[in-house]
């Protein structure tokens, strides 16, 4: 069971909606959530897909092999992370 904490106007919206419809709240939602999920052109969760952007990620090793470590100046604070974003990105973009 989830639970929404949705405010009044949007409540009484779906309940108007539902009334218009004949149907209970409960089925209207769930109706609602069934139409937009048949209208997705790709499953939300393509484990396939998953699989392959997570190659090199299989074991520790792997992951720190494909990884950036963050040198601890640019923990500092927001302005020193973006210094050092910018820094990387003139890197990236002189090699």
Known sequence: MITLDLPPQIQH??????????VSVHDYIVQAIQNRLASEPTMLFDIDVMKERLKGLENKEEALKNSVSVPTWALAD???F??????????????
């Not at 919206?13 to 004949?22: K, T, V």
Request: proline share 0%.
């Open 82 to 95: 973006e210094k050092w974003l910018a820094e990387r990105d003139a890197l990236r973009t002189s090699v």
């Open 13 to 22: 919206s779906i309940q108007a909606y539902a009334n218009e419809q004949g």
């Open 78 to 80: 927001f302005d020193s």
